[in-house]
C-alpha cells in the first residue's frame, strides 16, 4: 500500500470513528421516540395523507414566517456563494464546491425553520399565559366581558382579546358570536377548544370549569415542546461540530500532507467519497427538520 493510499484510509477511519463515537443517529432516533410520545398531547386533528415536496414545504417556510421574498433570495443566493468559496478553497474541485453551494442554499431554511420554532413556541407560551389569566377571572366572575375588560393590560397576547372586546361593546352584543370571531383570529387547536368551553358556558354555568382542563392541557403541551426544542438544539449544536470537524480535514492534509490531500481531492475515489458524505449530511438535515416539527 502506497502511502497516499495510507492517507486515504486514515481519512476514512477518522470521519467514522467521530460518527461513532458520538453516536449521532442514536441521539436523533431518541429525539423521534420523544416526539411520538409527546404527540400524545395533541388532540385529534387530520394526519397528511403524504409528505410535501421539498419546495413545497420551503415556500411554505418562507411564506409563514413573514420574510420578503427579496431578502430570502438574496440569504440563499449568499449561502450558495459561501458554500462554493469554501468548496473550492477546501477542496481545489468544482464539482465538489457546487456540491457544497446545495447545502449552503439551503441553509436559510433552517435558520427560518429554528427562528419559527422558537417563536412559535414562544407565542403559544403567551396565548396560553392570557387565557389562564382570563379563565381564573372567569370562574368568579361567570362574566366573559368583564374578565377580559379587567385583565386586558395584563395579557401577554391582547391583541384577539381587545378585539372581541371591542366587538361585543361596540358592535354587537351577542357573546358566542364575538368569541367565535375571536377564535377565527387565533390559529391554535387549543385556543379553539376553549372558546367552545366558554360558548357551552354561556349557556350552563355549571360547566365554567371544562376551561381550566383545556388550558392545563395546553400547559402540557407548551412543556413537552420547551423540552422538545431544548433537546434538540443541543443535539444541532453537536451535530454542526462534527461537520465542522469532518470537512476540516482535508484543509488539515492541505498543509500537513500534501500527497494526501491531492489524492482524496483530485482522485475519483475520494471526489465519489466527499460526495457521499455531502449526500448524508443533506439526508440528516432533512429528517432532522422533520423531527423539529413543533407540537402546537
Known amino acids: 500500500m502506497n502511502t497516499a493510499s495510507l492517507y486515504f484510509a486514515v481519512f476514512i477511519l477518522m470521519s467514522s470513528a467521530i460518527f461513532l463515537f458520538l453516536r449521532l443517529d442514536l441521539v436523533f432516533r431518541e429525539l423521534s421516540l420523544q416526539r411520538e410520545k409527546a404527540k400524545s398531547f ?29 431578502i430570502y433570495i438574496a440569504m440563499t443566493i449568499a449561502g450558495a456563494a459561501a458554500g462554493f ?8 474541485s468544482t464539482l465538489i464546491a457546487y456540491a457544497v453551494a446545495v447545502i449552503g442554499m439551503i441553509s436559510p431554511l433552517l435558520v427560518l ?30 362574566d366573559i366581558i368583564r374578565s ?15 378585539s372581541f372586546l371591542a366587538y361585543v361593546t361596540h358592535m354587537d352584543s351577542d357573546v358566542q358570536h364575538g368569541l367565535r370571531r375571536m377564535e377565527a ?13 366558554l360558548c357551552i358556558a354561556q349557556g350552563d354555568r355549571a360547566l365554567k370549569y371544562v376551561s381550566v382542563s383545556v388550558v392545563e392541557s395546553m400547559r402540557d403541551v407548551i412543556s413537552a415542546q420547551q423540552e422538545s426544542d ?67
Open 185 to 197: 383570529e387565533v390559529n391554535n387547536p387549543y385556543f379553539s377548544q376553549w372558546i367552545d368551553a
Open 42 to 70: 395533541k388532540p385529534p386533528g387530520k394526519i397528511g395523507s403524504a409528505i410535501d415536496k421539498a419546495i413545497r414545504k420551503s415556500k411554505a417556510l418562507v411564506i409563514e414566517s413573514g420574510m420578503p421574498k427579496g
Open 230 to 296: 431544548a433537546a434538540m438544539f443541543a443535539v444541532w449544536r453537536d451535530y454542526l461540530l462534527t461537520l465542522i470537524l469532518i470537512f476540516s480535514v482535508p484543509l488539515i492534509f492541505k498543509f500537513m500532507m500534501p500527497d494526501a490531500y491531492v489524492t482524496l481531492t483530485t482522485s475519483a475515489a475520494g471526489q465519489s467519497m466527499f460526495m457521499l458524505l455531502l449526500g448524508a449530511v443533506l439526508f440528516s438535515v432533512f429528517r432532522a427538520l422533520r423531527i423539529n416539527t413543533p407540537i402546537v
Open 113 to 142: 425553520g429554528f427562528n419559527m420554532t422558537k417563536s412559535g413556541t414562544a407565542k403559544a407560551e403567551r396565548l396560553c399565559s392570557s387565557m389562564t389569566v382570563v379563565t381564573n377571572s372567569y370562574l368568579s366572575t361567570e
Open 85 to 92: 468559496t469554501a468548496g473550492k478553497l477546501i477542496y481545489s
Open 148 to 162: 377580559v375588560s379587567e385583565n386586558l393590560d395584563n395579557l401577554d397576547y391582547p391583541a384577539p382579546f381587545r
